[in-house]
Every structure is written in structure tokens, then in C-alpha cells.
């Protein structure tokens, strides 16, 4: 089994960033990719960003140009650079993974954003 461990949720004001965590431990396998959704209060979840196998990345419109993904291959951990964080950002992150064609969910971690 894989356990997705995430870390760096909290609250924050308007303007400011946050870097959330995710850590893949368990059972080793081939990570085809790791990446993020969210699920704001009374929406459905959605992809924030994803980054797969040759470091290619692909970003919700609403994010680009405020949100990085990022990857440590040897720690099995991909990284979420949030910055200029805005209200409409809160939601619940969760991390997701597919290794060696399973996929896999993080218990997901609170984002809320001030105004």
C-alpha cells in the first residue's frame, strides 16, 4: 500500500503564499505522476496542477502564473508553491499520485485565505 503524507495547509492573508507538501511512502512502485486538487466549500474537486513523467506540468487556468509544481524524485515529494493567494483559493488540497497505474489520495490538507 501507499500512504500520501501532506503538509503546509494553514491560513493566510490575501497576497501571501503558502508551500504544501506531499510525501509518497510504502509500498515502491514507478510514480507515472504526482499532483493537486482542491475542493472548495460546496464544489466539486478540481485539478490544480499536475506534473508527470519528463517534469511536464499542466495548470488549472486559475492558477498559472501564481501556483508551481514541483518534484524531488529522491524524496518521493512533490511540492505546491502557492503564492499571491487570494480568498477564492480556500478550499481543501488534496494530494493525488499515480504509481505504477494506481491511484492514490492524500487525506488532504485546509487552505484558507483571508481577504
Known amino acids: 500500500q501507499v500512504q500520501l503524507v501532506e503538509s503546509g495547509g494553514g491560513l493566510v492573508q490575501a497576497g501571501g503564499s503558502l508551500r504544501l507538501s506531499c510525501a509518497a511512502s510504502g509500498r515502491s512502485g514507478i510514480i507515472n505522476h504526482m499532483g493537486w486538487y482542491r475542493q472548495p466549500p460546496g464544489k466539486q474537486r478540481e485539478l490544480v496542477a499536475v506534473?508527470?513523467?519528463?517534469?511536464?506540468?499542466k495548470y488549472a487556468d486559475s492558477v498559472k502564473g501564481r501556483f508551481t509544481i514541483s518534484r524531488d524524485n529522491a524524496k518521493n515529494t512533490v511540492y505546491l508553491q502557492m503564492s499571491s493567494l487570494q480568498p477564492e483559493d480556500t478550499a481543501v488540497y488534496y494530494c493525488n499520485a499515480l504509481i505504477t497505474f494506481s491511484n492514490y489520495w492524500g487525506q488532504g490538507t485546509q487552505v484558507t485565505v483571508s481577504s
Open positions: 506534473i508527470m513523467s519528463g517534469d511536464r506540468v
